[in-house]
């Protein structure tokens, strides 16, 4: 250990969306949570940091936001500026920080250089200092083929051979691996842990959500996209649903999402509130892990915090996944789809109200994720605090690797 009180520093670039900030909350939360004294630092340029709670010894320093285009490109989210001024700004905070707070582990989410190269400086910097260096992958990245030509073109390999002395990937080969059929050497493969999933929980610590007054005590379908920003065609679906057949048992809960547009959320609301109360909508909860902890069953797009977050309270689930323009969600439901651990449902252009009504009144009569077995399916928090305590105290032993896992039922 080289500090009397250890530190780490996690980087996520977060152009939009809320997927990669709660992963890496999760990961700070469970990390000081099990270790005295460590502290975490979250570099973020997710807007809405600010709307969640962060446990003692975790914080965030928050970099100015940018926002991704549907051509691929990027711009300011907020800022009057030109793009690659936002970007040398980014970079520049990042490296101050990293120089600053002086961690003894460097964790990276998803992105090897950073966005467009802005954690490559501070790679370097900790690199010469001797500081582990952490790459974090989520369980699936996307089609193989595309994640090819995706590292190509952003010339990734250098980052994972010279600079990454660790790659940890936040779930079991035995549901996805988002590595098959790359182009990568053994020696980078060599550096690859497989962790099992985040298990989510519903913390003491933060403030309990209370259901809407009209939910009270009543079970309900939670139906949630995450951020909201390509989510509307699902909201959509559930509410041709109900609107379509009265006599659907459960009402729903709908959280819409901060980042959908608010001229989708006004229609929606709208059309929920003549409904009658079978149908409640809210934008935005920091805590939804209390809704679906108290959910009778999940609505969902299927991203990884919302996965991970079905199998922890063991919850039926219906996935609507995107398929563009990624294909992780597709890729990932169909998966869990074949295992049995959720119903995928492809979101298609007609939207039958009636064949969503039946999904939804056979959803709480699913088998619930606990009825297959896969070991290790969520000890992804767990084997991240071993990891990191071994790389803080004795970093001889940190590349030890897991036994192979596989799923029965």
């Not at 010894?57 to 300011?76: A, N, Q, S, T």
């Not at 990293?98 to 790679?123: C, Q, S």
């Not at 449902?345 to 009636?354: E, I, M, S, T, W």
């Not at 105290?393 to 940190?398: G, L, N, R, T």
């Amino acid at each position: 250990m080289r500090q009397e009180h250890p530190r780490l520093l996690i980087y996520s670039h977060d152009s939009f969306g809320l997927g990669h900030l709660r992963r890496c909350r999760a990961i700070a939360h469970a990390l000081v949570g099990a270790q005295k004294d460590l502290s975490v630092l979250i570099l973020s340029g997710s807007p809405i940091i600010g709307s969640f709670g962060f446990r003692n010894r975790v914080d965030f320093v928050r970099i100015p936001g940018v926002i991704k285009l549907r051509h691929g490109d990027y711009e300011p989210l907020s800022l009057d500026i030109g793009i690659d001024e936002t970007l040398h700004l980014r970079a520049s905070i990042i490296q101050h920080t990293a120089e600053t707070f002086a961690p003894d582990i460097f964790l990276v989410d998803k992105e090897p250089w950073g966005l467009r190269g802005e954690v490559r400086d501070t790679l370097a910097m900790l690199k010469a200092n001797g500081t582990p260096l952490v790459l974090g992958l989520r369980d699936v990245m996307d089609d193989p083929r595309v994640l090819a030509e995706e590292w190509q073109r952003k010339n990734a390999l250098p980052a994972l051979t010279d600079f990454y002395d660790h790659l940890w990937v936040y779930g079991l080969p035995a549901v996805c691996n988002p590595l098959q059929g790359l182009p990568l050497p053994p020696h980078v493969i060599g550096k690859v842990r497989y962790t099992g999933y985040l298990r989510r929980s519903v913390s003491p610590v933060e403030r309990p959500t209370r259901p809407l007054a009209s939910l009270a005590g009543r079970p309900y379908i939670l139906v949630t996209t995450g951020g909201g920003g390509d989510g509307a065609e699902v909201v959509d679906w559930v509410l041709r649903a109900y609107e379509h057949d009265p006599g659907i048992e459960h009402p729903a809960l709908i959280v819409l999402g901060p980042f959908m547009r608010s001229s989708d959320q006004a229609t929606f609301i709208e059309r929920a509130a003549r409904l009658g109360g079978r149908v409640q909508t809210i934008v935005f909860d920091a805590h939804v892990e209390s809704l679906i902890a108290d959910a009778a069953g999940i609505v969902a797009m299927g991203g990884y915090n919302t996965f991970c977050e079905i199998l922890s309270f063991d919850k039926p689930a219906l996935i609507m996944p995107r398929s563009v323009p990624r294909a992780e969600q597709f890729i990932r439901a169909s998966r869990a789809q074949a295992l049995g651990l959720v119903r995928m449902l492809a979101v298609d252009k007609r939207r039958d109200a009636a064949v969503m009504a039946a999904a939804i009144r056979n959803l709480v009569h699913q088998p619930r994720p606990s009825e297959v077995r896969i070991p290790g399916l969520l000890d992804g928090l767990e084997v991240i605090n071993e990891m990191t305590r071994r790389l803080l105290f004795s970093p001889d032993a940190a590349a030890e690797t897991a036994p192979p896992m596989t799923a029965t039922r």
